[in-house]
Protein backbone atom coordinates (compact mmCIF):
# COMPACT_ATOMS: atom_id res chain seq x y z
CA UNK A 1 0.00 0.00 0.00
CA UNK A 2 2.82 2.27 0.87
CA UNK A 3 4.30 2.01 -2.43
CA UNK A 4 1.44 2.68 -4.51
CA UNK A 5 1.68 5.28 -7.22
CA UNK A 6 5.35 6.90 -5.56
CA UNK A 7 8.33 6.36 -6.86
CA UNK A 8 9.56 4.62 -3.29
CA UNK A 9 13.03 5.00 -4.34
CA UNK A 10 13.90 5.95 -0.98
CA UNK A 11 12.45 6.87 2.68
CA UNK A 12 12.69 10.35 2.16
CA UNK A 13 11.05 10.30 -1.15
CA UNK A 14 8.29 8.49 0.52
CA UNK A 15 7.99 10.63 3.34
CA UNK A 16 7.50 13.44 1.37
CA UNK A 17 4.21 12.09 -0.26
CA UNK A 18 3.10 9.74 3.17
CA UNK A 19 0.78 12.64 5.01
CA UNK A 20 -1.16 13.04 2.16
CA UNK A 21 -1.06 9.49 0.83
CA UNK A 22 -1.84 7.53 3.96
CA UNK A 23 -4.12 10.20 5.42
CA UNK A 24 -6.45 9.99 3.25
CA UNK A 25 -6.58 6.23 2.08
CA UNK A 26 -6.05 4.72 5.97
CA UNK A 27 -9.31 7.45 6.64
CA UNK A 28 -11.22 5.95 3.81
CA UNK A 29 -10.42 2.75 4.97
CA UNK A 30 -10.86 2.32 8.78
CA UNK A 31 -13.09 5.29 10.52
CA UNK A 32 -11.28 7.40 13.30
CA UNK A 33 -7.29 6.79 11.88
CA UNK A 34 -6.60 10.28 10.49
CA UNK A 35 -5.70 11.45 14.00
CA UNK A 36 -2.83 9.03 13.99
CA UNK A 37 -1.72 10.31 10.90
CA UNK A 38 -2.13 14.09 11.98
CA UNK A 39 0.20 13.07 15.31
CA UNK A 40 1.87 11.43 13.56
CA UNK A 41 2.89 14.15 10.79
CA UNK A 42 1.75 17.34 12.17
CA UNK A 43 1.03 17.22 16.02
CA UNK A 44 3.83 15.13 18.02
CA UNK A 45 5.80 13.53 15.53
CA UNK A 46 7.35 16.88 14.64
CA UNK A 47 7.83 18.23 17.87
CA UNK A 48 9.57 14.45 18.58
CA UNK A 49 12.04 14.46 16.04
CA UNK A 50 13.08 18.40 16.56
CA UNK A 51 13.56 17.41 20.08
CA UNK A 52 15.21 14.10 20.83
CA UNK A 53 16.10 13.81 17.08
CA UNK A 54 15.99 9.45 16.90
CA UNK A 55 17.78 7.62 14.84
CA UNK A 56 17.44 4.29 12.89
CA UNK A 57 19.11 1.40 11.44
CA UNK A 58 17.41 -1.30 9.26
CA UNK A 59 13.91 0.41 8.50
CA UNK A 60 14.16 -1.28 5.11
CA UNK A 61 13.84 -4.79 6.89
CA UNK A 62 10.11 -3.14 7.48
CA UNK A 63 7.63 -4.44 4.22
CA UNK A 64 6.35 -1.89 2.75
CA UNK A 65 3.19 -3.85 2.77
CA UNK A 66 1.32 -6.45 3.94
CA UNK A 67 1.31 -8.23 7.90
CA UNK A 68 4.25 -8.11 10.22
CA UNK A 69 4.69 -8.53 13.53
CA UNK A 70 6.52 -6.33 15.32
CA UNK A 71 8.61 -7.92 18.04
CA UNK A 72 10.46 -5.40 20.48
CA UNK A 73 12.51 -4.85 23.61
CA UNK A 74 10.57 -2.84 26.41
CA UNK A 75 12.36 -0.36 28.40
CA UNK A 76 9.93 2.52 28.75
CA UNK A 77 6.35 3.86 28.51
CA UNK A 78 8.23 6.02 25.12
CA UNK A 79 8.98 2.86 23.50
CA UNK A 80 5.32 3.03 21.58
CA UNK A 81 5.69 6.43 20.41
CA UNK A 82 9.58 6.62 19.13
CA UNK A 83 9.44 2.75 17.13
CA UNK A 84 6.50 3.87 14.89
CA UNK A 85 7.99 7.60 14.64
CA UNK A 86 10.85 6.12 12.44
CA UNK A 87 9.19 4.16 9.77
CA UNK A 88 5.88 5.65 7.38
CA UNK A 89 3.75 2.91 8.21
CA UNK A 90 1.23 2.61 10.69
CA UNK A 91 2.22 0.64 13.90
CA UNK A 92 -0.80 -0.87 16.27
CA UNK A 93 -0.16 -2.19 19.87
CA UNK A 94 -2.43 -3.57 22.17
CA UNK A 95 -3.38 -1.60 25.60
CA UNK A 96 -5.17 -1.86 28.59
CA UNK A 97 -9.12 -1.50 28.32
CA UNK A 98 -8.99 0.35 30.82
CA UNK A 99 -7.66 3.41 28.74
CA UNK A 100 -10.89 3.03 26.56
CA UNK A 101 -13.24 2.70 29.11
CA UNK A 102 -12.78 5.01 31.88
CA UNK A 103 -15.87 7.54 32.31
CA UNK A 104 -15.97 10.99 32.39
CA UNK A 105 -14.09 13.83 30.79
CA UNK A 106 -10.68 12.26 31.29
CA UNK A 107 -11.40 8.53 30.04
CA UNK A 108 -12.94 10.41 27.14
CA UNK A 109 -9.76 11.89 25.96
CA UNK A 110 -7.51 8.71 27.25
CA UNK A 111 -9.60 6.62 24.32
CA UNK A 112 -9.20 9.71 22.04
CA UNK A 113 -5.25 9.76 22.77
CA UNK A 114 -4.80 6.37 22.83
CA UNK A 115 -7.35 5.04 19.33
CA UNK A 116 -5.45 8.17 17.91
CA UNK A 117 -1.66 7.33 18.89
CA UNK A 118 -2.20 3.20 17.53
CA UNK A 119 -3.13 1.45 20.11
CA UNK A 120 -6.73 -0.51 20.16
CA UNK A 121 -8.28 -1.89 23.55
CA UNK A 122 -7.42 -5.87 24.47
CA UNK A 123 -10.18 -8.24 23.28
CA UNK A 124 -11.21 -9.22 26.67
CA UNK A 125 -14.38 -11.26 25.86
CA UNK A 126 -12.13 -14.66 25.65
CA UNK A 127 -12.21 -14.76 29.23
CA UNK A 128 -7.91 -13.79 29.71
CA UNK A 129 -5.98 -10.76 28.66
CA UNK A 130 -3.40 -12.79 27.09
CA UNK A 131 -6.36 -14.82 24.89
CA UNK A 132 -7.42 -10.92 23.96
CA UNK A 133 -4.12 -9.78 22.35
CA UNK A 134 -3.88 -12.69 20.49
CA UNK A 135 -7.24 -12.65 19.36
CA UNK A 136 -6.51 -8.72 18.58
CA UNK A 137 -3.26 -9.16 17.54
CA UNK A 138 -4.66 -12.01 14.68
CA UNK A 139 -7.02 -8.98 13.76
CA UNK A 140 -4.85 -6.61 13.92
CA UNK A 141 -2.67 -8.50 11.30
CA UNK A 142 -6.28 -9.98 9.11
CA UNK A 143 -6.40 -6.62 7.83
CA UNK A 144 -2.98 -6.58 6.49
CA UNK A 145 -1.04 -4.03 9.07
CA UNK A 146 1.81 -4.11 11.37
CA UNK A 147 1.24 -5.45 14.74
CA UNK A 148 3.66 -4.37 17.88
CA UNK A 149 4.29 -6.50 20.67
CA UNK A 150 6.51 -6.73 23.34
CA UNK A 151 7.55 -10.50 23.89
CA UNK A 152 8.68 -9.61 27.36
CA UNK A 153 5.26 -8.65 28.13
CA UNK A 154 5.74 -5.66 30.58
CA UNK A 155 8.83 -2.90 31.01
CA UNK A 156 11.88 -4.23 32.20
CA UNK A 157 12.35 -3.73 35.59
CA UNK A 158 16.45 -2.72 35.27
CA UNK A 159 17.34 -2.20 31.54
CA UNK A 160 18.03 -6.05 31.34
CA UNK A 161 16.26 -8.18 28.49
CA UNK A 162 13.81 -10.87 30.15
CA UNK A 163 12.77 -14.32 28.97
CA UNK A 164 10.16 -13.54 26.45
CA UNK A 165 6.49 -14.82 26.37
CA UNK A 166 5.84 -17.48 23.65
CA UNK A 167 2.42 -15.76 22.97
CA UNK A 168 4.25 -14.17 19.86
CA UNK A 169 5.09 -17.34 18.78
CA UNK A 170 1.33 -18.44 18.62
CA UNK A 171 0.54 -15.72 17.05
CA UNK A 172 3.36 -15.75 14.14
CA UNK A 173 2.41 -19.41 13.11
CA UNK A 174 -1.68 -19.04 13.02
CA UNK A 175 -1.31 -15.91 11.05
CA UNK A 176 1.38 -17.18 8.89
CA UNK A 177 3.70 -13.67 8.36
CA UNK A 178 7.39 -12.95 9.69
CA UNK A 179 8.11 -11.67 12.62
CA UNK A 180 10.70 -8.60 12.48
CA UNK A 181 12.89 -8.63 15.52
CA UNK A 182 13.62 -4.55 17.15
CA UNK A 183 15.86 -2.95 19.63
CA UNK A 184 14.84 0.22 20.96
CA UNK A 185 17.70 1.83 22.98
CA UNK A 186 17.69 4.86 25.04
CA UNK A 187 14.01 5.24 26.04
CA UNK A 188 14.86 4.40 29.40
CA UNK A 189 16.68 7.83 29.93
CA UNK A 190 14.23 9.51 28.07
CA UNK A 191 11.53 8.47 30.43
CA UNK A 192 12.68 6.04 33.34
CA UNK A 193 10.53 4.01 35.64
CA UNK A 194 8.80 6.23 38.31
CA UNK A 195 9.25 9.73 36.28
CA UNK A 196 7.48 11.53 33.48
CA UNK A 197 10.51 12.90 32.00
CA UNK A 198 14.24 12.10 32.37
CA UNK A 199 16.78 14.00 30.25
CA UNK A 200 17.15 14.74 26.59
CA UNK A 201 19.10 12.03 24.42
CA UNK A 202 18.66 10.86 21.09
CA UNK A 203 17.00 7.27 21.00
CA UNK A 204 17.76 4.54 18.62
CA UNK A 205 15.97 1.91 16.76
CA UNK A 206 17.29 -1.06 15.18
CA UNK A 207 15.49 -3.43 12.79
CA UNK A 208 16.32 -6.68 12.31
CA UNK A 209 15.53 -8.89 9.17
CA UNK A 210 12.31 -10.58 8.78
CA UNK A 211 12.33 -14.07 10.32
CA UNK A 212 10.23 -16.56 8.95
CA UNK A 213 8.92 -19.35 10.77
CA UNK A 214 6.82 -21.19 8.44
CA UNK A 215 8.77 -24.73 8.99
CA UNK A 216 6.79 -24.69 12.06
CA UNK A 217 3.40 -24.40 9.83
CA UNK A 218 0.76 -26.58 12.10
CA UNK A 219 2.80 -26.75 15.11
CA UNK A 220 1.08 -24.11 16.98
CA UNK A 221 0.36 -25.86 19.97
CA UNK A 222 3.70 -27.64 20.76
CA UNK A 223 4.89 -25.82 23.71
CA UNK A 224 8.23 -27.13 23.01
CA UNK A 225 8.27 -25.28 19.01
CA UNK A 226 6.78 -22.07 20.16
CA UNK A 227 9.44 -21.57 23.18
CA UNK A 228 12.14 -22.59 20.41
CA UNK A 229 10.83 -19.36 18.22
CA UNK A 230 10.57 -17.36 20.72
CA UNK A 231 14.10 -17.58 22.17
CA UNK A 232 15.32 -17.37 18.72
CA UNK A 233 13.19 -14.11 18.28
CA UNK A 234 14.44 -12.67 22.15
CA UNK A 235 18.06 -13.67 20.47
CA UNK A 236 17.95 -11.57 17.50
CA UNK A 237 16.46 -8.88 20.24
CA UNK A 238 19.46 -8.95 22.28
CA UNK A 239 21.71 -8.73 19.46
CA UNK A 240 19.85 -5.89 18.49
CA UNK A 241 20.11 -3.46 21.94
CA UNK A 242 23.29 -5.34 23.66
CA UNK A 243 21.44 -5.70 26.23
CA UNK A 244 22.04 -8.47 28.79
CA UNK A 245 20.08 -11.39 28.85
CA UNK A 246 17.95 -12.53 31.88
CA UNK A 247 16.09 -16.26 31.20
CA UNK A 248 13.37 -15.36 34.10
CA UNK A 249 10.09 -13.54 33.13
CA UNK A 250 10.36 -9.74 34.10
CA UNK A 251 6.49 -10.10 35.68
CA UNK A 252 7.91 -12.76 38.13
CA UNK A 253 11.08 -10.01 38.91
CA UNK A 254 8.53 -7.47 39.39
CA UNK A 255 6.27 -9.79 41.72
CA UNK A 256 9.71 -10.47 43.68
CA UNK A 257 10.35 -6.96 44.15
CA UNK A 258 6.71 -5.44 45.08
CA UNK A 259 7.05 -8.64 47.74
CA UNK A 260 10.22 -7.43 48.99
CA UNK A 261 9.07 -4.20 49.38
CA UNK A 262 5.66 -5.19 51.28
CA UNK A 263 7.78 -7.23 53.65
CA UNK A 264 10.33 -4.36 54.07
CA UNK A 265 7.17 -2.18 54.80
CA UNK A 266 5.59 -4.47 57.40
CA UNK A 267 8.63 -4.84 58.88
CA UNK A 268 8.82 -1.01 59.40
CA UNK A 269 5.12 -0.92 60.72
CA UNK A 270 5.71 -3.56 62.89
CA UNK A 271 9.32 -2.00 64.52
CA UNK A 272 6.79 1.16 64.85
CA UNK A 273 3.99 -0.49 66.61
CA UNK A 274 6.72 -2.16 69.07
CA UNK A 275 8.19 1.01 70.01
CA UNK A 276 4.63 2.23 70.76
CA UNK A 277 3.99 -0.43 72.74
CA UNK A 278 7.29 0.02 74.97
CA UNK A 279 6.19 3.78 75.51
CA UNK A 280 3.19 3.06 76.42
CA UNK A 281 4.16 -0.05 79.23
CA UNK A 282 6.90 2.66 80.31
CA UNK A 283 4.40 5.17 80.91
CA UNK A 284 2.18 2.13 82.49
CA UNK A 285 4.67 1.19 84.62
CA UNK A 286 5.44 4.81 85.85
CA UNK A 287 1.99 5.30 86.88
CA UNK A 288 2.05 2.48 89.05
CA UNK A 289 4.49 3.60 91.64
CA UNK A 290 3.35 3.36 95.45
CA UNK A 291 1.46 6.29 96.34
CA UNK A 292 2.93 5.78 100.14
CA UNK A 293 6.43 7.38 98.43
CA UNK A 294 5.60 10.91 98.77
CA UNK A 295 8.88 11.97 97.24
CA UNK A 296 8.58 9.35 94.44
CA UNK A 297 5.19 10.57 93.79
CA UNK A 298 6.10 14.10 93.46
CA UNK A 299 9.34 13.39 91.69
CA UNK A 300 6.93 11.48 89.38
CA UNK A 301 4.56 14.10 88.62
CA UNK A 302 7.30 16.72 88.01
CA UNK A 303 9.64 14.24 85.65
CA UNK A 304 6.27 12.55 83.62
CA UNK A 305 4.90 15.58 81.42
CA UNK A 306 8.48 15.96 80.26
CA UNK A 307 8.89 12.33 79.35
CA UNK A 308 5.89 12.22 77.58
CA UNK A 309 6.27 15.40 75.52
CA UNK A 310 10.04 13.73 74.22
CA UNK A 311 7.76 10.58 73.81
CA UNK A 312 5.41 12.25 71.62
CA UNK A 313 7.99 13.93 69.67
Known amino acids: MIGEGTAASSHVARDRVLP ?12 GTVFYWLLK ?22 PEEGPAILASNHLSIADWLFMPLVIPRRVTFVAKAEYFTTPGVKGRLQKWFFSGAGQVPIDRSSGSAAAGALATGMRILGEG ?31 GVPVIPVGVIGTD ?75 IGGGAAALATQAKDRLQHHG ?24 SAEADR
Open 20 to 31: VVWFTRQENRRG
Open 41 to 62: WVLLGPLLRGIFRPTVEGAQNV
Open 145 to 175: DLFGIYPEGTRSPDGRLYKGKTGIARVALEA
Open 189 to 263: VIAPQGKLFGRIVRPHVRFGKPMDFSRYEGMEDDRFVLRSITDEVMYEIMLLTGQEYVDVYASTVKNRITQKAKE
Open 284 to 307: EDKDDKPADDAAGTADAESVEPAG
